[in-house]
């Protein structure tokens, strides 16, 4: 019995952490990723400052019979900043080129990177950070959306609410 219900822990983790969909031979996944991590101290004795960027790693696979050429990639990433009153939602948005994909074959994107921050406390791993509270990844070919993914399903009610956010600089 424990292990059953280790396996339904663990598979019901993994089923929360990433997302995938698939629509008109195409089969397209995502989640989250940290992209970079910096940790200060100089702040307060046992917090440290932390500022990071996140981004969306995309998988993206050709399962119908035929190759498909060049299309487009858009995101959007809601962030909530932690700490403020009343609730303060930002949106990341781009969009990236996909390259002309065979027949079964596959292509890996990190898109969407976001700068976050916060604070977090060393001795007991207490955290006040930004958070990512949504995402949708749309691949259109042709001009006409292929397939869509959403991390929630309430992602259509807080898009109107964020603002426009500053993106964090290209490396």
């Known amino acids: 019995m424990k292990v059953l219900f280790a396996c339904v822990l663990v598979f019901g983790f993994v089923a929360a952490v990433s ?12 989640q989250k990723t940290l992209l ?3 940790k200060n101290r100089d702040a307060f004795y046992q917090w440290d400052k932390v500022d990071k960027a996140l981004g969306l790693k995309v998988a993206a696979k050709n399962v119908s ?3 498909l050429g060049e299309g487009t990639l858009d995101y959007t990433v809601i962030v909530k900043r932690w700490g403020q009153v009343p609730e303060v939602l930002e949106s990341y948005t781009g969009t990236e080129k996909l390259p ?3 027949k079964g074959g596959e292509i890996n994107l990190i898109v969407g990177k976001v ?3 916060g604070w977090e406390n060393s001795s007991n791993r207490k955290q006040f ?11 259109k ?8 993914i959403t991390s929630t ?16 600089p290209k490396q």
């Open 65 to 67: 019979l035929k190759d």
């Open 129 to 139: 950070q930004d958070s990512i509270e949504g995402w949708q990844v749309v691949v």
């Open 153 to 168: 399903g309430s992602f259509e009610k807080l898009l109107p609410k964020a603002k426009p956010g500053k993106a964090a």
């Open 141 to 148: 070919h042709d001009g006409k959306e292929t397939i869509k």
């Open 19 to 30: 997302f995938g969909e698939e629509a008109n031979g195409f089969r397209l996944s995502a």
């Open 115 to 117: 700068p976050m921050g």
């Open 100 to 102: 002309p994909i065979l």
């Open 36 to 38: 970079e991590k910096d």
